[in-house]
C-alpha cells in the first residue's frame, strides 16, 4: 500500500477558530479524516502529524525516509517563510513533496510571498481551503502511481 504523510506546522491545531474568514471554520481534525478517507479510497494509507515544533517536523521527515513514504503532502504554515532546516529535511529524504496551504499566500502581506519549499515541491496546491487537501493527496497518489518504481 501507498504510504502519505500529511505534516501541519505551527498554528494549524487552532483551526476552526483561528480567523474562520481567512483560513475556512474546519477543524483540523475534521480535515486529516477527510483526506485519510480519500487516501483509502484511492489505496494509500495516510499519517498525519500537526506540530507547532520545527524539530518535530523535522524528526517526522526524516523518519519518512526509512519507512518508504511514498510523498509528504505539507501545509508548513508560518515556517513556509522562514525555515532553511525543514527545507534541508525534505532535501535529504528525498521524497516527493506537495505544498498546501489554506489560504492563497501571493494575495496576502509580502512577506508570505516567498517559500522555502516551492521550488523543491512537485506542486503547491494553495487557496482552495479544506479541499486543498484532498487535492494534495489525490495529485499526491497520482504522482505515485505515474512514477516507476525500482526493482
Same mark, same amino acid.
Given at each position: 500500500?501507498?504510504?502519505?504523510?500529511?505534516?501541519? @506546522?505551527?498554528? &494549524?491545531?487552532? #483551526?476552526?477558530?483561528r480567523?474562520? !474568514?481567512?483560513?475556512?471554520?474546519?477543524t483540523?481534525? =475534521?480535515?486529516e479524516?477527510?483526506?485519510?478517507e480519500?487516501?483509502?479510497e484511492? @489505496?494509500?494509507? &495516510?499519517?498525519? #502529524?500537526?506540530?507547532?515544533?520545527e !524539530?518535530?517536523?523535522?524528526?517526522?521527515?526524516q523518519? =519518512?525516509g526509512?519507512?518508504?513514504?511514498?510523498?509528504?503532502?505539507?501545509n508548513? @504554515?508560518?515556517?513556509?517563510?522562514t525555515?532553511?532546516a525543514?527545507?534541508?529535511?525534505?532535501?535529504?529524504?528525498?521524497?516527493?513533496?506537495?505544498?498546501?496551504?489554506?489560504?492563497?499566500?501571493?494575495a496576502?502581506?509580502t512577506?508570505?510571498?516567498?517559500?522555502?519549499?516551492?521550488?523543491?515541491?512537485?506542486?503547491?496546491?494553495?487557496?482552495?481551503?479544506?479541499?486543498?487537501?484532498?487535492?494534495?493527496?489525490r495529485?499526491?497518489a497520482?504522482h505515485?502511481?505515474a512514477t516507476?518504481?525500482a526493482?
Amino acid at each position: 500500500m501507498t504510504r502519505l504523510l500529511l505534516l501541519n @506546522g505551527p498554528n &494549524l491545531n487552532l #483551526l476552526g477558530t483561528r480567523e474562520p !474568514h481567512v483560513y475556512g471554520s474546519d477543524t483540523l481534525s =475534521a480535515i486529516e479524516q477527510r483526506a485519510g478517507e480519500c487516501a483509502r479510497e484511492l @489505496g494509500c494509507s &495516510l499519517q498525519c #502529524l500537526q506540530s507547532n515544533a520545527e !524539530h518535530e517536523l523535522i524528526e517526522r521527515i526524516q523518519r =519518512a525516509g526509512a519507512e518508504q513514504v511514498a510523498c509528504l503532502i505539507f501545509n508548513p @504554515g508560518g515556517f513556509t517563510h522562514t525555515s532553511v532546516a525543514l527545507r534541508d529535511a525534505v532535501l535529504a529524504v528525498r521524497i516527493p513533496l506537495i505544498e498546501v496551504h489554506l489560504s492563497n499566500p501571493s494575495a496576502r502581506e509580502t512577506f508570505r510571498h516567498r517559500s522555502y519549499f516551492s521550488d523543491i515541491a512537485l506542486g503547491v496546491i494553495s487557496g482552495f481551503g479544506a479541499f486543498g487537501y484532498e487535492l494534495a493527496i489525490r495529485a499526491a497518489a497520482r504522482h505515485v502511481n505515474a512514477t516507476p518504481r525500482a526493482p
